[in-house]
């Protein structure tokens, strides 16, 4: 059984968790096609000594960092350059093993937790695979760890970004974060920052002055990004009508998203589908 079907195989299990060694990242990317980008299904978590090289999420390249960890999104867009020789150790969760509201929706870049991040992923998963070699029942055991595993990078990266704050900055968090999800629902529809204000029961420039004060985007600004980077993932990750795209998002003519589209990206939707 070559390797890649071997981990096919693993991925059609039930368990929601599949450790990956050293042998099988290679097959694990390859996974998604690498002639264009590939939504991820999942999430995933990779550790290697040269993290980043050649790898894409949503259309941004990764920095490249030594034995750090990167955990990509379910819906994210993958892209990886298979000319770059890449070792290390992946882990793939499924959607739904994940605890809801975890992590925060919309508009976020491959989130990097650094040192402790990384020993308990390569830990668990040599524990596993381990378990595995010498007859040990590991599937009982994948649900619990790969839920351990998302809490511990969930974490780390939310006091990577707290850190000891006042009452004002909790409030504004707070706030953000409520207006995120609420766009999250709601971008395909709607775009008016005074709608989602309306839903949160404040003002449109309670929300703004929380933003400016934590140095966020305005509101308006990333209603903006979070339509633009569906649309992109909708142009290479489909093959959908320029069209189509559109009125998954709300615009009921083509010109309209096409403008759009050429305001916050400077690209016709044509041109940035061909280019990759």
Request: charged share 25%.
């Amino acid at each position: 059984m070559s390797t890649a079907t071997e981990l096919r195989d693993r991925e059609n299990t039930s368990t929601g968790w599949t450790p990956v060694d050293v042998e099988l990242l290679s097959a694990m990317i390859g996974l998604f096609p690498t002639d264009r980008p590939r939504r991820a299904n999942r999430h995933i978590v990779i550790v290697s000594p040269s993290l980043g090289e050649g790898l894409e999420v949503d259309f941004e390249p990764v920095k490249p960092t030594s034995g750090a960890a990167v955990h990509i999104h379910p819906d994210q867009v993958l892209r990886f350059d298979p000319s770059v020789d890449v070792q290390g150790i992946a882990v793939t969760v499924d959607r739904d093993a994940c605890p809801s509201g975890l992590f925060r929706p919309g508009v976020y870049h491959p989130e990097v937790a650094l040192g402790s991040a990384e020993s308990v992923v390569v830990a668990l998963t040599e524990d596993l695979l381990r378990l595995k070699r010498k007859g040990g029942d590991a599937a009982a055991l994948l649900p619990a760890t790969a839920a351990l595993l998302l809490l511990h990078i969930a974490a780390v990266t939310h006091a990577a970004s707290s850190g000891d704050r006042g009452g004002d900055h909790q409030a504004a968090t707070e706030l953000l974060g409520r207006f995120r999800s609420e766009v999250e629902r709601s971008f395909r529809s709607i775009r008016l920052v005074s709608w989602y204000a309306g839903e949160l029961g404040t003002s449109a420039k309670t929300i703004s002055r929380a933003a400016a004060g934590l140095g966020y985007p305005s509101p308006k600004e990333f209603i903006d990004e979070r339509v633009t980077l569906e649309a992109k993932r909708l142009l290479v990750d489909t093959d959908e009508s320029i069209a189509g795209v559109g009125r998954r998002l709300g615009f009921s003519e083509a010109t309209n998203f096409t403008k759009y589209f050429i305001r916050t990206t400077g690209r016709l939707p044509h041109d940035f589908r061909t280019g990759f």
